[in-house]
């Protein structure tokens, strides 16, 4: 079977999966990966400023490496076997790096506390979410940062993902998580981290670069506003501080018709970012919630099927070489 259809295969039934399952409960790769990225940093971590990047960036080509290297391994190891192994370690490998399913159920969970009027449960699980500190926001703060952070993670934790693997295979896959994973680790503007994070954060930005346009363009297709999406991705999506942020969360901002952006805190850190589509949109609510997960959704699939189609051009141009 041709390498198109196992990613094809692959794919769509580790979205299938993560639908039905979500996360596992314990045990997640993910959370293996980063205690094993919490060791290499106890080793590698210097206060001495003159060696922090160079540090960083070792510790950066280790671990996203060592994701991409196990990926190699394994594909290699099932290359020549029946075709159904290859659909599911494809499978395995893109149910182990999406997260739209626990995405969407923190995000509606946060959601129904506020349509209850319990503020203080919604602050609870917001962590659960997003960084932000939830004692400084109120109810429609805290729905702004929920919606903003289904459009963001829709890019980083499921459309970046399918983008890398349709390139790569399930070595794609795995690398995609790892940088995306070192990023939050290590990657923000904190003391500790300015200069040995440098590499993640640079990184995660090229690497999410054309998952974030992915999502964006998605967004503008299956939005319940068209012409509202593209105008704010086009006006407002350059004034975000992120290069991937700002296409996604501006996209989605004029797909649902409300404003993104704003004054944030995070742990006591105050940021003051730039308003999206703040001349066409209004507050956002509660209720805008459950419109951004199913936008998540429906972009994910169309994300999917454009991987697919991307993937399997590329099989033919490949072949039209030989």
Request: proline content about 5%; aromatic content about 4%.
């Amino acid at each position: 079977m041709r390498a198109d259809r196992v990613f094809a295969y692959g794919a769509a039934a580790g979205l299938v999966g993560d639908r039905i399952l979500g996360d596992p409960r314990r045990g997640h790769p993910v959370a293996a990966f980063g205690r094993a990225a919490a060791a290499v940093e106890r080793v590698l971590w210097t206060d001495a400023a003159p060696g922090q990047r160079a540090r960083g960036t070792l510790h950066t080509l280790v671990c996203a490496g060592g994701a991409a290297a196990l990926g190699a391994l394994g594909a290699r190891a099932v290359r020549r076997r029946p075709a159904a192994l290859r659909i599911a370690l494809t499978a395995a490998a893109t149910w182990t790096v999406v997260g739209g399913t626990s995405l969407g159920r923190e995000a509606r969970a946060i959601g129904g506390a506020l349509t209850a009027g319990d503020t203080e449960v919604a602050r609870e699980r917001l962590p659960h979410l997003c960084g932000r500190d939830p004692q400084a926001l109120d109810e429609q703060q805290i729905a702004r940062a929920v919606v903003e952070s289904v459009a963001e993670n829709t890019s980083d934790a499921v459309v970046g993902a399918l983008v890398w693997g349709a390139v790569a295979g399930v070595p794609g896959l795995l690398a995609f998580r790892a940088v995306n994973t070192l990023d939050a680790m290590v990657g923000h503007r904190s003391p500790r981290y300015l200069r040995y994070g440098w590499a993640s954060a640079r990184l995660d930005d090229l690497a999410g670069w054309p998952g974030a346009r992915l999502t964006a363009a998605a967004a503008v297709l299956a939005g319940p506003d068209r012409r509202g999406a593209v105008r704010a991705w086009r006006a407002d999506a350059h004034r975000h501080p992120s290069p991937n942020a700002g296409p996604v969360e501006s996209a989605f901002a004029g797909a649902l018709g409300v404003r993104m952006g704003g004054t944030l805190a995070y742990a006591g850190r105050v940021e003051h970012r730039p308003v999206l589509n703040g001349a066409a949109g209004r507050p956002v609510e509660a209720a805008d919630i459950e419109r951004a997960v199913r936008l998540s959704r429906r972009v994910t699939w169309l994300a999917l099927g454009t991987c697919v189609a991307g993937r399997t051009l590329l099989s033919y141009a490949r072949k039209g070489r030989r």
